[in-house]
Protein backbone atom coordinates (compact mmCIF):
# COMPACT_ATOMS: atom_id res chain seq x y z
CA UNK A 1 0.00 0.00 0.00
CA UNK A 2 1.22 3.66 -0.86
CA UNK A 3 1.52 6.14 2.20
CA UNK A 4 2.99 9.47 3.11
CA UNK A 5 4.50 10.60 6.24
CA UNK A 6 4.86 14.42 7.02
CA UNK A 7 7.10 14.79 9.73
CA UNK A 8 6.50 17.93 11.01
CA UNK A 9 3.19 18.95 12.36
CA UNK A 10 3.93 22.84 12.46
CA UNK A 11 6.80 24.61 11.27
CA UNK A 12 7.32 28.43 11.51
CA UNK A 13 9.82 30.38 9.84
CA UNK A 14 10.36 34.22 9.62
CA UNK A 15 9.53 35.81 6.45
CA UNK A 16 12.80 35.98 4.13
CA UNK A 17 13.96 32.66 5.70
CA UNK A 18 14.30 29.35 3.64
CA UNK A 19 11.51 26.61 4.01
CA UNK A 20 11.58 23.42 4.35
CA UNK A 21 8.71 20.93 4.95
CA UNK A 22 9.57 17.31 5.18
CA UNK A 23 7.35 14.16 3.72
CA UNK A 24 8.47 10.27 3.12
CA UNK A 25 6.45 8.51 1.45
CA UNK A 26 6.40 4.10 1.34
CA UNK A 27 5.60 2.80 -2.21
CA UNK A 28 6.44 -0.43 -3.81
CA UNK A 29 6.78 0.78 -7.47
CA UNK A 30 7.78 4.19 -8.40
CA UNK A 31 4.79 6.76 -7.20
CA UNK A 32 3.67 10.01 -8.50
CA UNK A 33 3.84 12.35 -6.10
CA UNK A 34 2.40 15.85 -5.13
CA UNK A 35 2.10 18.70 -2.83
CA UNK A 36 -1.11 20.57 -2.47
CA UNK A 37 -1.35 23.96 -0.11
CA UNK A 38 -5.08 24.63 1.39
CA UNK A 39 -5.28 28.47 2.78
CA UNK A 40 -7.84 28.91 4.99
CA UNK A 41 -11.19 29.55 3.82
CA UNK A 42 -10.01 27.98 0.55
CA UNK A 43 -10.10 25.03 -1.53
CA UNK A 44 -7.06 23.00 -1.90
CA UNK A 45 -4.58 23.84 -4.93
CA UNK A 46 -1.96 22.00 -6.58
CA UNK A 47 1.93 23.57 -5.93
CA UNK A 48 3.83 20.76 -8.19
CA UNK A 49 4.12 16.95 -9.44
CA UNK A 50 6.79 14.46 -9.64
CA UNK A 51 5.84 11.39 -12.29
CA UNK A 52 8.95 9.68 -13.16
CA UNK A 53 10.62 12.33 -15.29
CA UNK A 54 12.95 15.24 -13.97
CA UNK A 55 13.35 14.48 -9.78
CA UNK A 56 13.75 18.43 -9.00
CA UNK A 57 10.37 20.06 -9.72
CA UNK A 58 9.63 23.00 -9.75
CA UNK A 59 6.00 24.42 -9.12
CA UNK A 60 4.19 27.24 -8.28
CA UNK A 61 4.50 30.62 -6.36
CA UNK A 62 8.89 29.87 -6.24
CA UNK A 63 8.20 26.47 -4.46
CA UNK A 64 10.36 23.30 -5.50
CA UNK A 65 10.47 19.70 -4.17
CA UNK A 66 12.87 16.74 -4.75
CA UNK A 67 12.32 13.31 -5.63
CA UNK A 68 15.16 10.89 -3.46
CA UNK A 69 13.91 7.32 -4.32
CA UNK A 70 17.06 6.47 -1.71
CA UNK A 71 15.82 8.34 0.88
CA UNK A 72 12.06 7.75 -0.32
CA UNK A 73 11.53 11.50 0.32
CA UNK A 74 10.18 14.13 -1.56
CA UNK A 75 10.82 17.30 0.96
CA UNK A 76 9.21 20.98 -0.41
CA UNK A 77 11.76 23.63 -0.19
CA UNK A 78 11.30 27.74 -1.07
CA UNK A 79 14.65 29.58 -0.87
CA UNK A 80 12.42 32.80 0.91
CA UNK A 81 9.46 32.77 2.65
CA UNK A 82 6.45 35.45 1.99
CA UNK A 83 3.40 36.07 4.56
CA UNK A 84 1.60 34.86 2.17
CA UNK A 85 2.77 31.13 1.96
CA UNK A 86 1.42 31.11 5.42
CA UNK A 87 -1.13 28.05 4.82
CA UNK A 88 -1.64 24.07 5.52
CA UNK A 89 0.37 21.48 3.32
CA UNK A 90 0.62 18.30 1.94
CA UNK A 91 2.14 15.60 0.65
CA UNK A 92 0.45 13.49 -1.51
CA UNK A 93 0.35 10.23 -3.69
CA UNK A 94 -1.54 8.28 -5.96
CA UNK A 95 -1.83 4.74 -6.23
CA UNK A 96 -0.86 3.14 -9.19
CA UNK A 97 -3.33 3.31 -11.95
CA UNK A 98 -5.10 5.50 -9.16
CA UNK A 99 -6.66 7.85 -11.66
CA UNK A 100 -6.51 10.59 -9.05
CA UNK A 101 -7.73 8.82 -6.38
CA UNK A 102 -5.42 10.74 -4.02
CA UNK A 103 -3.62 9.84 -0.60
CA UNK A 104 -2.91 12.52 1.79
CA UNK A 105 -0.01 13.17 4.58
CA UNK A 106 -1.69 14.36 7.59
CA UNK A 107 -0.20 18.19 6.84
CA UNK A 108 1.95 20.35 8.13
CA UNK A 109 0.78 24.03 9.12
CA UNK A 110 3.36 26.42 7.86
CA UNK A 111 3.31 29.96 10.11
CA UNK A 112 5.35 32.88 8.70
CA UNK A 113 6.49 35.66 11.22
CA UNK A 114 7.50 39.38 10.09
CA UNK B 1 -11.41 30.60 -9.08
CA UNK B 2 -11.50 26.79 -9.57
CA UNK B 3 -14.76 26.92 -11.04
CA UNK B 4 -15.71 24.03 -8.18
CA UNK B 5 -19.06 24.82 -5.94
CA UNK B 6 -20.23 23.78 -3.00
CA UNK B 7 -23.48 23.43 -0.91
CA UNK B 8 -23.87 24.59 1.77
CA UNK B 9 -20.70 25.92 3.40
CA UNK B 10 -21.78 25.14 7.09
CA UNK B 11 -24.52 22.69 8.32
CA UNK B 12 -25.57 21.26 11.97
CA UNK B 13 -27.37 18.44 12.14
CA UNK B 14 -28.02 15.52 14.91
CA UNK B 15 -26.96 12.38 15.34
CA UNK B 16 -28.97 10.03 13.09
CA UNK B 17 -30.08 12.24 10.59
CA UNK B 18 -29.33 12.08 7.07
CA UNK B 19 -27.15 15.24 5.13
CA UNK B 20 -27.28 15.97 1.32
CA UNK B 21 -23.97 17.46 0.03
CA UNK B 22 -23.91 19.02 -3.48
CA UNK B 23 -21.11 19.60 -5.89
CA UNK B 24 -21.12 21.72 -9.20
CA UNK B 25 -17.90 20.22 -11.10
CA UNK B 26 -15.25 22.39 -13.18
CA UNK B 27 -16.41 23.33 -16.91
CA UNK B 28 -15.33 20.51 -19.14
CA UNK B 29 -14.59 18.09 -16.30
CA UNK B 30 -16.61 14.85 -16.04
CA UNK B 31 -15.12 13.11 -12.95
CA UNK B 32 -15.94 14.51 -9.16
CA UNK B 33 -14.28 12.76 -6.33
CA UNK B 34 -15.66 13.50 -2.72
CA UNK B 35 -13.16 13.48 0.61
CA UNK B 36 -13.50 13.66 4.29
CA UNK B 37 -11.15 16.07 6.13
CA UNK B 38 -11.50 15.75 9.50
CA UNK B 39 -10.04 18.15 11.98
CA UNK B 40 -6.44 18.35 12.35
CA UNK B 41 -5.83 15.40 9.45
CA UNK B 42 -5.18 15.23 5.62
CA UNK B 43 -8.48 14.21 3.27
CA UNK B 44 -9.47 10.90 3.10
CA UNK B 45 -10.95 9.51 -0.23
CA UNK B 46 -14.22 8.59 -0.15
CA UNK B 47 -15.56 7.86 -3.66
CA UNK B 48 -15.36 9.19 -7.34
CA UNK B 49 -17.92 9.27 -10.09
CA UNK B 50 -17.14 9.19 -13.78
CA UNK B 51 -20.03 9.68 -16.32
CA UNK B 52 -22.60 9.17 -13.39
CA UNK B 53 -20.88 5.69 -12.66
CA UNK B 54 -18.80 5.13 -9.42
CA UNK B 55 -15.51 4.42 -10.01
CA UNK B 56 -13.73 3.58 -6.83
CA UNK B 57 -14.46 3.94 -3.23
CA UNK B 58 -12.23 4.47 0.00
CA UNK B 59 -12.65 2.93 3.17
CA UNK B 60 -16.32 4.78 3.90
CA UNK B 61 -19.68 2.14 5.19
CA UNK B 62 -22.13 1.88 3.01
CA UNK B 63 -24.28 4.89 4.71
CA UNK B 64 -22.31 7.31 2.78
CA UNK B 65 -23.71 7.19 -0.84
CA UNK B 66 -23.19 9.01 -3.78
CA UNK B 67 -24.83 10.24 -6.95
CA UNK B 68 -23.53 12.00 -10.42
CA UNK B 69 -26.09 14.04 -13.10
CA UNK B 70 -26.04 14.03 -16.38
CA UNK B 71 -24.22 17.51 -16.14
CA UNK B 72 -21.47 15.89 -14.23
CA UNK B 73 -22.71 17.43 -10.55
CA UNK B 74 -23.08 15.65 -7.65
CA UNK B 75 -23.98 14.30 -4.43
CA UNK B 76 -22.73 12.71 -1.36
CA UNK B 77 -25.59 11.51 0.95
CA UNK B 78 -24.33 10.58 4.22
CA UNK B 79 -27.13 8.38 6.63
CA UNK B 80 -27.67 7.83 10.24
CA UNK B 81 -25.12 10.50 10.75
CA UNK B 82 -22.78 10.35 13.73
CA UNK B 83 -20.51 12.40 15.88
CA UNK B 84 -17.47 11.54 14.26
CA UNK B 85 -18.72 11.97 10.58
CA UNK B 86 -18.39 15.98 11.94
CA UNK B 87 -15.85 17.03 9.28
CA UNK B 88 -14.84 18.96 6.15
CA UNK B 89 -16.66 17.31 3.16
CA UNK B 90 -14.20 18.40 -0.03
CA UNK B 91 -15.33 17.84 -3.54
CA UNK B 92 -12.66 17.88 -6.53
CA UNK B 93 -13.29 17.60 -10.16
CA UNK B 94 -11.38 16.43 -12.67
CA UNK B 95 -10.80 15.11 -16.34
CA UNK B 96 -11.71 11.50 -15.97
CA UNK B 97 -9.35 8.71 -17.67
CA UNK B 98 -6.43 10.72 -16.72
CA UNK B 99 -3.63 10.54 -13.91
CA UNK B 100 -2.28 13.44 -13.75
CA UNK B 101 -3.00 13.97 -10.15
CA UNK B 102 -4.38 17.48 -10.53
CA UNK B 103 -7.58 17.87 -8.68
CA UNK B 104 -9.40 21.07 -8.72
CA UNK B 105 -11.44 21.28 -5.06
CA UNK B 106 -14.28 23.38 -3.64
CA UNK B 107 -14.01 25.36 -0.29
CA UNK B 108 -15.94 22.44 1.14
CA UNK B 109 -19.09 22.11 3.43
CA UNK B 110 -18.32 22.17 7.05
CA UNK B 111 -20.80 19.43 9.07
CA UNK B 112 -21.26 19.50 12.67
CA UNK B 113 -22.85 16.54 14.21
CA UNK B 114 -24.16 17.04 17.18
Known amino acids: AQSVTQLDSHVSVSEGTPVLLRCNYSSSYSPSLFWYVQHPNKGLQLLLK??????LVKGINGFEAEFKKSETSFHLTKPSAHMSDAAEYFCVVTPFGGYNKLIFGAGTRLAVHP | ETGVTQSPTHLIKTRGQQVTLRCSSQ?????VSWYQQALGQGPQFIFQ???????GRGNFPPRFSGLQFPNYSSELNVNALELDDSALYLC?????????????FGEGSRLTVL
Open chain 2, 27 to 31: SGHNT
Open chain 2, 92 to 104: ASSLGGSDTGELF
Open chain 1, 50 to 55: YTSAAT
Open chain 2, 49 to 55: YYREEEN
